[in-house]
């Protein structure tokens, strides 16, 4: 059978620790969807369809990689994609109460298990919310973005 993941996130902007996990997370599983998510509480500084389209040209070489949207629960999506899994990055410890507490609720909800990978110590200071403060005041984001990512 084979191993699907979904990533899901908002994604606004997708970051080079995004891009790690990703690319961890292809050691484990067979294909991944990243799940880009509409988020109520997040103020987006690109739309939806921007963010799917620039994440589907910068994985276009890769068919173990899906980009699509959804709006519905993460367990809905998962089901949608017959993906068994969730992949979830942790970068602090304030990261792991959250994620264990929706991880179980989807485990209970639906039977799809999180896998939570740690993000790579140089990375994890970095975060979509630091890096759009950056953008908003002017500021390089490009040594915190995968290279290729277009990101206006």
Not at 48 to 67: H, M, N
């Amino acid at each position: 059978m084979e191993r699907i993941a979904i990533f899901p996130g908002s994604f606004d902007p997708f970051t080079k620790g995004h891009e790690s996990l990703l690319r961890r997370g292809l050691t484990l599983f067979d294909r991944i969807v990243i799940g880009v998510g509409i988020n109520q509480s997040k103020q987006a500084l690109q739309s939806t369809d921007q963010r799917i389209e620039s994440l589907r040209k910068l994985f276009a070489g890769d068919p173990r990689i899906e980009v699509e949207g959804y709006s519905d629960l993460t367990v809905d999506f998962a089901r949608r994609h017959h993906a068994r899994f969730i992949l979830r990055g942790i970068r602090s410890v304030k990261d792991y109460e959250y994620e264990m507490n929706v991880a179980d609720l989807n485990r209970r909800l639906s039977g799809v298990e999180t896998v939570i990978l740690f993000t790579e110590p140089e990375l994890a200071f970095i975060s979509s919310t630091i890096v759009k403060e950056l953008k908003h005041f002017g500021k390089d984001i490009s040594p915190y973005i995968p290279d290729g990512l277009e990101y206006e």
